[in-house]
């Protein structure tokens, strides 16, 4: 079974450039989760959907940072403009609908802004 | 969702069973204990979970306690390919999931 799809693996930019992160669920699952990790942060969870609707963006840092998901097979995350500061691995993640289920993550997105 | 306790690091020799502890003192009725890794550079990775009753599955086993409490959770052999970070969370169905730091499992050859 193909897992969670993160493009691209690695992402090496100057700052103010804008930055879009890729992600493709596994087929039939109805939650998708974008996290953000750092050594002085820990694993953060940046926000959620339920069926491509925003549920909770409580952990989307500023305004710099925007998600979306048009269908059930692609999500984006799109930080405009980029800072050195933003520079962390992203993690995907995505689970079935239903109770107890487990989130099943990418190989994540390892972001440095310059 | 409860506050979870756990050791920042453990050692553990190759082959022997490693028991990582976790407090969730505060834990509700309805929140479940799950368990995660992380592999260095990885993605985290489920382990296994349970609410009130032992479980075991072909990775680990989880021991909840009867007041709920605390767990442990055990990889019976452990081998190399078991170092990394584990994540205990306690969270109801519904919730999202909140990582803590973790316990980092350094097993020994």
């Known amino acids: 079974d193909a897992g969670v799809i993160q493009s691209p693996r690695h992402e090496v930019t100057e700052m103010g450039q804008e930055v879009t992160l890729r992600c493709k669920p596994i087929?039939?699952?109805?939650?998708l989760f974008w996290y953000r990790q750092t050594m002085m942060r820990g694993l953060e969870l940046l926000i959620y959907f339920n069926n491509n609707v925003p549920i909770d963006d409580s952990g989307m840092p500023e305004d710099r940072f925007s998600a979306k998901m048009p269908n059930a097979s692609f999500s984006t995350l799109k930080i405009q403009p980029s800072e050195p500061r933003d520079s962390a691995v992203y993690f995907c993640?995505?689970?079935?609908?239903?109770?107890?289920?487990?989130?099943?993550f990418g190989d994540g997105t390892r972001l440095s802004i310059l | 969702d409860a506050k979870t306790t756990q050791p920042p690091s453990m050692d553990c020799a190759e082959g022997r069973a490693a028991n990582l502890p976790c407090n969730h003192s505060?834990?509700?009725?309805?929140?479940?204990v799950y368990w995660y890794r992380q592999i260095h550079s990885q993605g985290p990775q489920y382990i296994i979970h349970g609410l009130k009753n032992n479980e075991t599955n072909e990775m680990a086993s989880l021991i909840i306690t009867e007041d709920r409490k605390s767990s442990t959770l055990i990889l019976p052999h452990a081998t190399l390919r078991d170092t990394a970070v584990y994540y205990c969370?306690?969270?109801?169905?519904?919730?999202?999931?909140?990582f803590g730091p973790g316990t980092s499992l350094s097993v020994i050859p």
């Open positions: 505060t834990i509700s009725g309805n929140e479940y």
């Open positions: 993640a995505s689970s079935p609908n239903g109770v107890q289920q487990p989130q099943h």
């Open positions: 087929s039939g699952h109805d939650y």
């Open positions: 969370i306690a969270k109801t169905s519904y919730d999202k999931v909140i």
